[in-house]
């Protein structure tokens, strides 16, 4: 079963779905300016540590890069950290 990550706009997070369930989700706040910042990201505890807040992150930064012109940061530290080990995603903190 794949894993998906669904942009809830109206909730102003990122889901990661396996399946029909919830296993994890990043949450942001839209500032005055548009941009988007990340405030927290989880994982069900079970399923921690395997990369699945990589796989959420990177997803949520790549659709964000292909449906919208806003400018991202981050107030949670894993964001932040993706950020930094990922200079890819550096056009989208500079927009």
Known sequence: MADTVIHDESGSRFV????D?????AGYETREDGGIVFTHTE???ELQER???STLVGSALDQLRTSTDVRIGAT???VRRY???HPEYGDL???
Do not use: S
């Open 93 to 95: 903190t500079n927009r």
């Open 76 to 78: 949670c530290p894993f």
């Open 83 to 85: 950020l930094e080990e």
């Open 43 to 45: 994982v069900d505890q």
């Open 16 to 19: 990661l779905m396996r399946g």
């Open 21 to 25: 369930q919830q296993i994890g989700e």
């Open 51 to 53: 990369g699945l807040g």
